[in-house]
């Protein structure tokens, strides 16, 4: 049987077809040719350009000027744009009847700000899946660090959640004074627990006082 392999040496029109292409990606004649003209035509335009320049150079100073300025400005004003919206969020709610509308991020972001208007410094909102058991930190005007663990309850807290946050106080916040603060009221063992660690507490007639402008009380609620 006759092979069907081509005789050596003779070309195919695939053969041919290929050789004619050449190596992809080359660098030929005609891509010199375009980037010559392109730099001649970017050389003129920057020629023609620099009298005009010159004879407006007070003109384009001022404009480039302006929009340095505008530049410069426009995240001073979102940021106040911003910083006026949350203080007119907070505002509106500062009563009980609002805050057990609000999410648990929100009432988190609501302590947030009762902290910044009673002067606490380094006010860190942690909340999320990695918060570590602690909501909030901050540090008081006498320089004391504060842990708080903020929760948006319509019920009761009872002592599990306290456990939580006083297993977060000794481990990842060891040094803090630890800070419970409720929408709603502690179980009687929670009350119990908490009082034993030293906790304070903010339960719901406190946080009402404390919406008021009333300030956060700094000793532990002793039960009994």
Same mark, same amino acid.
């Given at each position: ?40 035509? %970017? ?35 979102? %940021? ?91 481990? %990842? ?52």
């Amino acid at each position: 049987m006759p092979s069907r392999r081509p005789a050596k040496g003779r070309r195919t029109g695939r053969n041919r077809a290929v050789r004619r292409k050449g190596r992809p990606g080359g660098f030929g004649w005609t891509d010199l040719f375009l980037w010559g003209v392109a730099a001649v035509l %970017a050389y003129a335009a920057l020629r023609s350009a620099l009298p005009f320049a010159r004879a407006h150079l007070p003109w384009f100073t001022a404009a480039a000027v302006a929009v340095l300025a505008l530049a410069a400005a426009v995240p001073v004003v979102r %940021a106040r744009t911003v910083a006026a919206r949350q203080r007119r969020w907070f505002e509106a709610n500062l009563e009980l009847e609002r805050v057990d509308g609000l999410t648990g991020p929100e009432f988190e972001a609501l302590t947030a700000g009762l902290l910044r208007r009673d002067g606490f410094r380094r006010v860190r909102e942690l909340g999320g899946s990695g918060d570590r058991g602690v909501d909030l930190t901050a540090v008081g005007q006498d320089g004391r660090r504060y842990a708080f663990q903020c929760k948006r309850y319509a019920g009761n807290v009872g002592a599990p959640e306290v456990r939580n946050f006083l297993g977060a106080l000794a481990h %990842a916040f060891a040094g803090h004074t630890g800070v419970l603060v409720t929408s709603g009221r502690l179980t009687r063992q929670a009350l119990a627990e908490a009082g034993e660690a030293g906790l304070i507490l903010v339960e719901r007639d406190r946080l009402a006082g404390w919406l008021r402008g009333e300030p956060l009380p700094h000793e532990p609620l002793r039960s009994g």
